[in-house]
């Protein structure tokens, strides 16, 4: 079981991204799957997260700019990144919250956004 993250590189400030969060095994043992952000120096924070249910909840400094959603037939989960800042730059992690095993995080994937 592991999650795979991938989409990341570079965007110029005001452009957009997607990441994408690909999870082995079944989809649906995953109470949640969020994204984090890291940059050097600081710990992970929460970007955003969505709920087996389908409830979503973001970061106050990403909000009306990024979306999280999902496919559950293919598994994945999506954070559509607009309106891109340059303090938006850092390494993005996806966590998927198992049923069983816990937390499960995926690799990072670099984001890194220019003035």
């Known amino acids: 079981v592991q999650l795979q993250a991938s989409g990341g590189g570079l965007a110029q400030a005001g452009g957009s991204q997607r990441l994408s969060c690909t999870a082995s095994?079944?989809?649906?043992?995953?109470?949640?799957i969020a994204w984090y952000r890291q940059t050097p120096g600081n710990e992970r924070e929460l970007v955003a997260k969505?709920?087996?249910?389908?409830?979503?909840d973001y970061a106050d400094s990403v909000k009306g700019r990024f979306t999280i959603s999902r496919n559950s037939g293919k598994g994945t989960v999506y954070l559509q990144m607009n309106n891109l800042r340059p303090d938006d730059t850092a390494t993005y992690y996806c966590?998927?919250?198992?049923?069983?095993?816990?937390?499960?995080w995926g690799q990072g994937t670099l984001v890194t956004v220019s003035s």
């Open positions: 969505i709920t087996r249910s389908g409830n979503t």
């Open positions: 095994g079944n989809f649906f043992n995953y109470d949640a």
């Open positions: 966590k998927g919250r198992h049923i069983t095993m816990g937390d499960l």
